[in-house]
């Protein structure tokens, strides 16, 4: 699961009681996409446990992206894939992609030109590029858009009333409410849409072509150019500490700076001004975005990639319907981990195995490319697995897929992506998709019926947080599941024994008959985008 992400442990809110009738319904209906009985005994546990232990064992390194050991795991799935029955995918079981180490280039420059005046600043005690900036110069009117967020689901946008296109956005750091432990987001925790690089990715939506990050100043005091530390600009920085950027992304950048108080006294006279325009969007949630009239922004940052390749691994099944076998539903699961500990004493743990973040999700993976690949009869349409790179750095491996599907988007009828799921409670299994896709929930609540798992509804928040989202963004509807967070997510005590492959085996048959009913039927699953 990807970095720096706190996670929610299982509720135990469980899925609604269908009524007698609509049951009945059901059960009449169902039996048309009953899957092959022969393909779900081949979903076992012993096997999932074979995976697993390969998965997350010490010589792999914990499957870092890149890395040689990481290339190992590329090769163990590709070698089931094929082991199971898989074709690869235009004769390749690997879709390449690159990621680059990015540095700072020579040119970078910061000018405010404030009713025909202008103003140079300097970096490092101005403004700081950031780590997600891109290699470009603009120059545009600057429009604050408060803290940048887009959050439907919360009612809040701080782009509804404002163009920025063409324009430079000033945003404030993290998200209303961030002491209130009621704040309608996710209380004193920073949501996803708190992190600088969604705040970024939603200006760039939005046609902005430069950003300037500033810190909140209500609850902060410090006001400084907060950027990222460059090797070229801080020379006791670790050269292994540059930023792992996905290269096919860097294209579609832009100059992104953090700015100084000096730079917020230029703007707004004082900071007490823009604290108060803070303080009147926390008080109702009310966007305050506004052009700042009679100022404009010269901006120019310029980086320097050194490109790496890496890769997906891919395999799928041709439907046996002529006329549903160029529709495809995926199913998902990011085989990367984040390597060792640095600088660790002689004789200490230092390998981050990665267990259930995510050889979890890839045993499962596996055990159901077993199920599809081994049965006698094939579904209607067609169905591709992939095990994406780079899950742990941003989401890479599914935004390079997305960027260049392999099959094309607009037929891609459902995604299922499988997130740490082998460990708490026995029984019970965290579902996300409510808010999005409301017929996968259903049906997956339907073929549960069959299964009887304990399903729990705490995954909505973290909609951003795993590679699901890559096919959210373009409406393809999804479901995610996982089992939560524990002791130790993201540590180096993150070990295979502790896993429950029965578990995973039961995740795997619920997901494997979801997986077979749509892939049999020739329903079109809505994508609901929530109103704003």
């Given amino acids: 699961m990807m970095s720096r992400i706190g996670w929610l442990l299982p509720d135990r809110r469980i899925a609604g009681v269908i009524s007698v009738s609509a049951a009945i319904f059901f059960l009449a209906f169902s039996g048309k996409f009953t899957p092959p009985r022969d393909a779900l005994n081949f979903i076992e546990a012993s096997e999932i446990r074979q995976h697993l232990n390969f998965l997350a064992s010490d010589s792999l390194k914990g499957r870092n992206t890149p890395s040689p050991e990481l290339n190992l795991a590329a ?4 070698d089931r894939f094929k082991e199971y029955g898989l074709t690869p ?57 408060g803290y940048g967020i887009t959050a439907p689901e919360y009612q809040y946008d701080d782009y509804a009333n404002v163009d920025v296109s063409g324009k430079i956005v000033l945003i404030l750091r993290h998200e209303p409410g961030e002491k209130d432990p009621q704040s ?19 200006a760039i939506d939005h046609g902005a072509v ?42 579609q950048k832009i100059p992104v700076v953090g700015i100084s108080k000096k730079v917020v006294r230029a703007l707004f006279g004082s900071v007490d001004s823009l604290r108060r325009l803070q303080e009147r969007i926390d008080a109702d949630l009310k966007p305050q975005s506004c052009l700042l009239a009679g100022i404009r ?38 085989y990367d981990h984040v390597g060792v500990m640095k600088n660790a004493a002689a004789g200490v743990d230092s390998i981050y195995n990665g267990a259930d973040d995510n050889a979890s999700g890839t045993s499962l ?97 973290f909609y951003a947080r795993s590679d699901q989202y890559n096919f959210g963004r373009h409406q393809i509807p999804y ?22 492959e029965y578990k995973i085996a039961m995740i795997a048959k619920l997901a494997f008959r979801v997986g077979w009913r749509v892939a049999n039927s020739g329903e079109r699953l809505r994508f609901v985008e929530k109103k704003k």
């Fill in 75 to 78: 090769h163990y799935i590709a």
């Fill in 89 to 145: 995918v235009n004769g390749n079981y690997f879709q390449t992609f690159h990621v680059s180490r990015v540095r700072l280039g020579k040119e970078n420059h910061f000018t405010l030109i404030k009713n025909g005046k202008s103003t140079e600043y300097r970096i490092k005690r101005d403004y700081m590029p950031m780590d997600v900036t891109g290699s470009k110069a603009v120059e545009g009117d600057l429009v604050f858009v």
């Fill in 184 to 202: 309608s987001f996710e209380g004193r925790k920073l949501s996803p849409y708190g992190q600088v690089k969604m705040k970024v990715q939603n």
């Fill in 210 to 251: 430069g950003a300037l990050i500033v810190t909140d100043p209500l609850n902060h005091r410090a006001i400084r150019p907060r950027g990222f530390p460059w090797p070229s600009l801080f020379p006791n920085l670790p050269d292994e500490a540059i930023p792992l950027t996905l290269s096919i992304t860097e294209k």
């Fill in 297 to 334: 922004v010269q901006l120019q940052t310029s980086t320097v990639g050194e490109d790496e390749a890496t890769q997906n691994v891919v395999g799928w099944i041709e439907g046996r319907d002529r006329n549903l076998k160029n529709e495809v539903v995926v199913f998902g699961a990011h």
């Fill in 365 to 461: 993976l596996l055990a159901l490319a077993a199920a599809f690949g081994r049965s006698p009869v094939k579904p209607r349409r067609s169905v591709l697995f992939i095990a994406f790179a780079g899950e742990e750095k941003g989401l890479f491996g599914s935004r390079a897929y997305v960027e260049k599907p392999l099959f094309p988007l607009e037929n891609t009828v459902a995604m299922l992506n499988f997130d740490m799921v082998g460990r708490n409670a026995p029984d019970t299994v965290m579902v996300g998709g409510v808010t999005h896709s409301p017929d996968l929930i259903r049906i997956n609540e339907q073929e549960n019926r069959f299964v009887g798992l304990k399903l729990a509804y705490s995954l909505e928040p």
């Fill in 479 to 500: 479901l995610f599941y996982s089992t939560g967070l524990h002791e130790d997510y993201h540590k180096v005590t993150d070990h295979a024994y502790k896993i429950n």
